[in-house]
């Protein structure tokens, strides 16, 4: 299977522990995004790398929160001391580089984190 | 900022039936504004888009016409299958290059095709 992937798909932690996710982009992606899906909501943009380096960051991403891309490959997000607001399904997208021309996002099935 | 809105739900139709699914946006400049789906225990995937206004974006059946006088990106289908049966989102980005190119997404909507 050759789309995104992510790990763990499922992770219950308590409330004040640190939990770190993973995403595989589509390897030839140059372009990737994390997103945050409460119940109910469409997801939100948490924050956008070009290769290796990190673009943008949402408010939402607080400083308890952080992601890198080493070597503009598979991208981590951890979150430090987490709070029960945190549950959420976190989601990743991949997608080209700029070509001029719409790049379309492709998402993986996220990880859905439940803080106790 | 940049806000979608979409009509609330859930949706339950009958197979064959019209659809229609409201999207309003508002936003500065010239976004573009994409539909996105996700099947029962799928990731989220791109049904169709329109970069600029008065295109029509298709797929699968489904359409969306980008209105910019009336703010609007409705999506519709003639005639619903079970298969239809997904949550449906509404999004846009401001352009198509680095950042700008995150989704705005809106909330949602349950759609529940019935035999």
């Known amino acids: 299977d050759t789309g995104v992937s992510q790990n763990p798909r499922h992770k219950i932690t308590k409330r004040g522990q640190n939990v770190t996710f993973r995403c595989d982009p589509i390897s030839e992606h140059n372009r990737l995004y994390w997103y945050r899906q409460t119940l109910g909501q469409g997801p939100e943009f948490l924050t956008y790398?070009?290769?290796?380096?990190?673009?943008?960051k949402s408010r939402l991403l607080s400083d308890r929160f952080s992601a890198e891309r080493p070597k503009g490959s598979f991208s981590t997000l951890e979150i430090q001391r987490t709070e029960q607001g945190d549950s959420a399904m976190y989601l990743c997208?991949?997608?080209?580089?700029?070509?001029?021309?719409?790049?379309?996002?492709?998402f993986g099935p996220g990880t859905r984190l439940t803080v106790l | 900022g940049d806000s979608v809105t979409q009509m609330e739900g859930p949706v339950t139709l009958s197979e064959e039936a019209f659809l229609t699914i409201n999207c309003t946006y508002t936003?500065?400049?010239?976004?573009?504004l994409f539909w996105y789906v996700q099947y029962p225990g799928e990731g989220l995937q791109l049904l169709l888009k329109a970069t600029k206004a008065d295109d029509k974006g298709s797929n699968k059946g489904f359409e969306a016409t980008y209105r910019k006088e009336t703010t609007s990106f409705h999506l519709e289908k003639g005639s619903v299958q079970v298969s239809d049966s997904a949550v449906y989102f509404c999004a846009l980005s401001q352009g198509l290059t680095g950042a700008n190119s995150k989704l705005t997404f809106g909330k949602g909507i349950t759609l529940s095709v019935r035999p």
């Open positions: 997208a991949s997608s080209l580089g700029d070509r001029g021309e719409y790049n379309e996002q492709f």
């Open positions: 790398f070009q290769n290796e380096a990190q673009l943008e």
């Open positions: 936003a500065t400049g010239y976004p573009s």
